[in-house]
């Protein structure tokens, strides 16, 4: 989609590019807008279900360097930490967040549709999700046969919508995000948060 248009050669530059630039003006009030706890030139918080910890030269998740695309995710995320809160409700479609249309037939097929035929082990596994996610249950009247909230980054939510196959229509999924996402990450990074979420997911149900 965004990010994941440079080839893995790049990961490691773009991340220490977006590190440099981050800690040439470190923003005093970083460790509370990401929100995240300060250790001296580091900031520990959780992404994507793992500890996370930001330095100045490189990002680790669950203890491994993070060059990859969710390093860049992360890197850009830091860049655009604000002092607003997360507010998850009303969720928004990603199409609705301006300027996403170029993105949107890959966030379709790499977000939602990816998970399609792993629906019925989703569904069996939910609980182990919301927990390896830092999830929770969704609000009371969310549409679909099961649905649940995952919190890939500290002030960014998505919620998982999920319909089972039966005699008349095939199975479904839909991927909502917290209402000010957008505040957060460029839109090309939002449409790439979707989609290495739903891959953590479909990891936990077919590992």
Do not use: W
Request: net charge negative; hydrophobic share 40%.
């Amino acid at each position: 989609m965004g990010t994941t248009g440079e080839t893995v050669d790049n990961y490691e530059k773009i991340v220490r590019d977006n590190l440099s630039r981050l800690y040439s003006n470190l923003p005093e009030n970083l460790a509370a807008n990401l929100p995240a706890k300060r250790e001296g030139e580091c900031f520990r918080f959780t992404a994507f279900g793992k500890e996370c910890l930001l330095s100045p030269d490189k990002i680790t998740l669950g203890g491994q360097e993070g060059d990859s695309v969710l390093g860049i995710l992360i890197s850009l995320y830091a860049l655009h930490a604000r002092p607003d809160d997360c507010e998850p409700e009303p969720f928004k479609a990603f199409k609705e967040f301006p300027d996403s249309m170029p993105y949107v037939g890959a966030f379709n097929a790499r977000t939602e549709q990816q998970l399609v035929p792993c629906v019925a082990a989703i569904g069996h596994n939910r609980t182990a999700i919301i927990e390896a996610l830092d999830g929770n249950e969704p609000a009371p009247g969310t549409s679909g046969d099961f649905a649940f909230v995952v919190r890939p980054l500290p002030k960014i939510v998505l919620c998982y919508i999920f319909y089972e196959a039966d005699d008349d229509f095939p199975a479904s999924v839909t991927c909502l995000y917290s209402g000010n996402a957008r505040l957060f990450l460029p839109v090309d990074g939002l449409a790439d948060v979707g989609e290495y979420t739903s891959r953590a997911i479909r990891k936990i149900v077919t590992t």
